[in-house]
Nanobody, 124 residues
Framework: QVQLVESGGGLVQAGGSLRLSCAAS????????MGWFRQAPGKEREFVASVTWIGGSTRYADSVKGRFTISRDNAKKLVYLQMNSLKPEDTAVYYC?????????????????WGQGTQVTVSS
């Protein structure tokens, strides 16, 4: 049973930082890519960042480039999202996801497993 459990969300002032963590368990993820998505109230869920377990190749949405950093710890099966210079528009529920076998890894449907989400609120 694959499980993805996010943590690290919370309330922060604009300009502040948070680090989200995603603990993965239940299988070997060596051939997988991991992604972070977010969903703000009244909006569709959107891609934030992704990283491959092997090689650590990363990709970011334009809206977070230069502010967010995704990384992974293979030994601990943890994926991180370091978020700096946070803005009120970053407020959303952030989801961790895992997928394999596809090339368009910014697309939600190409992910097989999802966490329950963690709330990030940025006050102005």
């Amino acid at each position: 049973q694959v499980q993805l459990v996010e943590s690290g969300g919370g309330l922060v002032q604009a300009g502040g930082s948070l680090r989200l963590s995603c603990a993965a368990s239940g299988r070997t993820f060596s051939g997988y890519y991991m992604g972070w998505f977010r969903q703000a109230p009244g909006k569709e869920r959107e891609f934030v960042a992704s990283v491959t377990w092997i090689g650590g190749s990363t990709r970011y949405a334009d809206s977070v480039k230069g502010r967010f950093t995704i990384s992974r710890d293979n030994a601990k099966k943890l994926v991180y999202l370091q978020m700096n210079s946070l803005k009120p528009e970053d407020t959303a529920v952030y989801y961790c996801a895992a997928g394999s076998g596809r090339t368009l890894i910014s697309v939600q449907r190409n992910y097989d497993y999802w966490g329950q989400g963690t709330q990030v609120t940025v006050s102005s």
